[in-house]
């Protein structure tokens, strides 16, 4: 008999299974490569509240085993967004989750507002990796902000709230357990880790904005101890994203407690990489006796005491 | 419409110092891609290399199922990709890009510096293939670095060649002999293609006008997906609506080929 | 004329170029390769206050681009280290830096004590890896820690001090700062990341430490927009460390501002990189037309306000 | 003393589904090198495999310049050695470990499950050269996984075989066998040398005392330097004088070779 690879992700929003893509990672349709409707989530790219152009060139730079990218958010703002994307992805018979962007605690609630009309939008995600245009600390960084950006979206909806937490911080437990407190449904982690590059020949950045963020199988190690950390330290579910290449990377996840993973740069070489994971994730449940996905969520953890 | 495709290689020959020529086995991307279209391959296992390549079509042979790409070995990815022989697989992510259209009648230049070549052959060969007249306009840093001319030679009324080192037309600019050719031999030039230099493009600025041709650049910048997924591949093209004069668009999806009086250079 | 590789890396402490081993990663005279005095310094495993056994293994794990270790530090304490090692590596005709550690403030103080009456030494570098055994919290990511454990050692020694950052921080140029402001003669950064890897066919941590650090290529971004961030931040001078393995990657450092770099998972595949970096920064210079290594440093600043 | 070089492949071959056998032609570790001992091996430009790999010499040829590494296709490091072909450059530290020291006379016994037989076969070969008795003891799932035996038969007295499907040696322990032949044929044995199974090497140490044999086991452990620098490989000896009764060696220094009493197992 076939494993279950359903999961509760949070009360009320099962998914099919507990594969989806990152956000800004992956579009529907884009490569005619199989039916998004098989993903256990669609994940969109982060929407801000007006049109946004994003980053200067260039954005993209390859460094060992990662990605540096500079993208921004670019966006057609979310009016546009509602009008002319979202009746699209609507379409997928599977769950939809839209990242949300903003530079203040009220854009956040703005994007949130706007949507909040709309049906067939399974819950939200707050990317939190834009600086505050206040003080220009990343939500992501600062426990405060974090709190009160959460909390403002709280009141706007009863949708499930997901925050994306930035890696680029000393207590990734802390920021988790601010956002819990704030009201947050589910943590997703992580999103990119600062870095650069320098050109030696030109002697200048690599990135037209300096710094960019890195992903790819090179943070892999760093996004597996945030989720193992947090998944410890917080009672909510969490999603893990950072790195996941194949089977065995979301397999690594989902047994330090990830209850579903996310899949981001890997998709660029292999377009085919989520359905491969699904199947992969299926294949390991049998061969190895389990029935269910959830048997195995949090299993490395079991014995913990022993080694430490 | 995209495909996410093995081929497999038919032969891989080097063709001048660090310039291959990649011929592969893809019935359905040869039968799909248009001329200025390209491709993202991936030739390698390694997981230092996270990103496919992108590679414009050098010939596009839908009879044969078979797609050309010529190539510079130029760093890691390339280099991996030099190693293979024949028989063995490549991943393809295309045809990507919009291609290019041509026009019904008349004539068309085209303008290649180096391996900027490569996707003009494409463009040269639908070109002669529809009965438009073609000039060919290739420079590089010396004579063996001049690519595929022979092979233009058969689509080309004329193939015009420069070489820095000036043992090929004095080593003059494409654009200068390109006017040349225009006040001597007056075609009836509706189209300007070019490749590989962001000089040769601007260059070709003013010239439209003068001479009553449309000029488009196939531009390149690094890319992830090489299908719109990561907005990584912008280039600034010049947007009146815009407070700024321009916006970003996406060389993968919006171009790779661009008309050269919109690009914000 | 071949350029100048000198660098005055501390009022005082000019080296004869700008390359020495990262802390833990090279051992002098290990393999007969090359003469450790063509370095530009010798950097000591850390020495502890009294002998420590290190971790349990397995504690080291090879991931995409890097290396995960939890080797912990295994010292034979300061003792040992002073009677048995300390005379060796006198011998050798180049700067040497004591890389120190310890658990309280009060370690930091007693391993430096114990050298003061030693000759030879031309620098203490302070490790804040180890966890505090207060708190459990590694001194380098808890600014105060760090600034007492800085001043108490400098109440220790007139000799410079060097202090080593975790790059496990939310604000590493605040680290930085606390570590100018309580009297450090210099920065060197980064150390490891914290990271982890599940065993997926045994279900359990991998390494007997369940986290470790990573080096390597993969962290090398994240350690250079660290080293840019610290080099525009404070007025010392800084060794950079992290993923360098090649001459084009210690370049990157120096363009960003490092005085110095530091070579350590690179030492393990190839025991020569570091003489290789030496001439291979010597080829870039006269081949780009500089005459002295401190031309070149910071170079890629230049005009920072322009591209960002 | 411990060397960096590059040693040139004089011949790769495949031994066994998964096993290859790759001669090296590298003259100085050749002539510096003990049985016991390993050199770290790097066959790959690839960044993503950022460490070498340790290997066993299986013989070691001084007069021919050569050394023989005998080794399981596991991962990504040794897939890509058995890509390496003759003529081309691998790069090599060692030689490292302490290695082992033979008795004057006697007999000695080896007992190496699947790829564990690589280490011992130069052992074999040393200890036949000093004129003692050699009793070879070899198991593994199957009999194609059976490594080196017809090698093994020149250098030893005997060679005892048993596969888990029961097809050689009935399936038995070759701790058993080793009792067998001891009681059968008395021979005068000082040294036993254990590799590939740590059952087999905790099964040797009660009979250590009962035939007055030493008994000593060649250890892995994942490795970063190869040469002490890094403290990455350790395992747990016993040493009364420390409270905890053990301290931490090193596998690549103080090893690999660990009297089988003296591993808290
Ligand atoms: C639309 C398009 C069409 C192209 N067509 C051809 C072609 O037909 N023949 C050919 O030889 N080259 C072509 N290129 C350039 C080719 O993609 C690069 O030379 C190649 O990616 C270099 O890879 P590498 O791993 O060898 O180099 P590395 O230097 O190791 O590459 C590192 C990173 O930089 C990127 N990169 C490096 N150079 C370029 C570049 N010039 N443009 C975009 N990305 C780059 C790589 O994709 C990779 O992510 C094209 C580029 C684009 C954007
Ligand atoms: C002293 C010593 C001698 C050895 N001699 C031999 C030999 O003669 N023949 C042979 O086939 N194998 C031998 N091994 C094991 C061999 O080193 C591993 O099989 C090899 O490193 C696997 O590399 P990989 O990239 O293919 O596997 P991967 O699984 O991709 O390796 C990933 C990482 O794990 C390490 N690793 C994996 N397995 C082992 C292991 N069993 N021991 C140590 N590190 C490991 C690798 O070095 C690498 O860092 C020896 C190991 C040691 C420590
Ligand atoms: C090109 C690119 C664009 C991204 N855009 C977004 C975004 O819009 N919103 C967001 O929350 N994360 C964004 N991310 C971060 C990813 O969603 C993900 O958190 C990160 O890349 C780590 O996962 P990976 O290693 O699998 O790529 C982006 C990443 C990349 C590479
Ligand atoms: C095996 C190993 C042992 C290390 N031991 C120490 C140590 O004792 N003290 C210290 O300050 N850093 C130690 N480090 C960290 C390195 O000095 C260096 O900061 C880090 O590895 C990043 O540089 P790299 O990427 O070049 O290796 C160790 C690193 C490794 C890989
Ligand atoms: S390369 Fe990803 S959008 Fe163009
Ligand atoms: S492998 Fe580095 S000390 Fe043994």
Redesign the pocket.
């Known amino acids: 008999m076939a494993a279950d690879l359903s999961v509760e992700l949070l009360p009320g929003l099962r998914l099919k299974n507990p594969v989806m893509p990152?956000?800004?990672?992956y579009e529907c349709g884009s490569a005619n490569v199989y039916n998004p409707g098989q993903l256990g989530a669609i994940v969109t790219?982060?929407v801000a509240p007006v049109p946004w152009p994003g980053n200067a060139p260039p954005r993209?730079h390859e460094t060992t085993g990662g990605?540096l990218?500079a993208?921004g958010?670019p966006s057609e703002g979310v009016v546009a967004f509602r009008e002319k994307v979202l009746p699209t992805l609507r379409q997928y018979d599977t769950a939809l989750i839209i990242?949300v962007?903003g530079e203040t605690t009220e854009e956040f609630a703005r994007v949130i507002q706007a949507l909040e009309g709309e049906a067939g939008i399974s819950a939200y995600?707050l990317?939190f990796?834009c600086p505050n245009l206040g003080d220009g600390i990343p939500f992501g960084t600062n426990p405060d902000l974090l709190y009160q950006a959460v909390a403002r979206a709280r009141q706007e909806t009863k949708r499930p709230i997901i925050v994306?937490l930035s890696p680029n911080v000393t207590d990734i437990a802390l920021m988790a357990r601010e956002a819990q407190k704030a009201g947050a449904s589910a943590v997703a982690l992580?999103?990119?880790l600062t870095g650069m590059a320098i050109d030696v020949r030109r002697r200048r950045p690599v990135l037209g904005n300096t710094f960019g963020?890195l992903?790819?199988?090179a943070?892999?190690p760093v996004?597996l101890r945030m989720v193992w950390e947090v998944a410890g330290a917080v009672d909510l579910p969490v999603i893990g994203?950072?790195?996941?290449?194949n089977t065995s990377d979301a397999l690594e996840f989902l047994l330090a407690g990830a209850r579903a993973i996310?899949?981001?740069?890997?998709n660029f070489a292999n377009p085919l990489v989520m359905p491969q994971i699904i199947n992969g994730i299926a294949s390991y449940l049998e061969e190895n006796g389990f029935s269910k996905i959830t048997d195995i969520i949090g299993l490395a953890r079991k014995g913990e005491e022993d080694w430490g | 419409m995209l495909m996410y495709l093995q081929g497999k290689i038919v032969t891989q020959k080097v063709v001048a110092p660090e310039y291959n020529l990649l011929v592969i086995e893809q019935p359905a991307i040869a039968k799909a891609a248009q001329p200025g279209q390209f491709v993202m391959l991936k030739a390698w296992e390694r997981r230092d290399l996270v990103l496919p390549r992108p590679f414009s079509l050098y010939r596009i042979l839908p009879r044969e199922g078979q797609i050309q790409i010529l190539y510079k070995i130029r760093g890691q990815g390339t280099a991996e990709m030099a190693r293979r022989g024949a028989g063995e697989e490549v991943e393809l992510i295309g045809p990507s890009g919009k291609g290019i259209t041509l026009p019904a009648t008349g004539a068309i230049a085209l303008l290649g510096r180096g391996i900027g070549a490569a996707p003009l052959m494409a463009i040269a060969e639908a070109a002669k293939g529809q009965g438009l007249e073609v000039y060919t306009f290739l420079s590089a840093r010396e004579r063996s670095l001049l690519l595929g001319e022979e092979d233009f030679a058969r689509y080309s009324r004329r193939v015009v060649t420069s070489t820095d080192d000036g043992q090929e037309g004095g080593g003059r600019l494409l654009t200068d002999l390109l006017v040349d050719i225009i006040e001597k031999e007056s075609p009836s030039l509706q189209r300007v293609y070019t490749c590989g230099s962001r000089r040769l493009a601007r260059g070709l600025i003013p010239l439209q006008a003068r001479y009553g041709f449309i000029a488009y650049v196939l531009l390149e910048e690094h890319m992830?997906c090489g299908t719109g997924a990561?907005?990584?591949c912008v280039c600034k093209v010049k947007d009146p609506a815009r407070p700024e004069g321009y916006s970003y668009q996406k060389v993968c999806q919006d171009g790779a080929v661009f008309p050269v009086g919109e690009v914000v250079w």
Chains 1, 3 share one sequence.
């Open positions: 990152a956000s800004g990672t790219k982060s993209l990605l990218n993208v958010i990242s962007a995600e990317n990796s994306k992580i999103n990119t963020g992903s790819g199988p943070i892999k996004a994203v950072g790195g996941i290449s996310q899949v981001g740069t890997a | 992830a990561c907005k990584g």
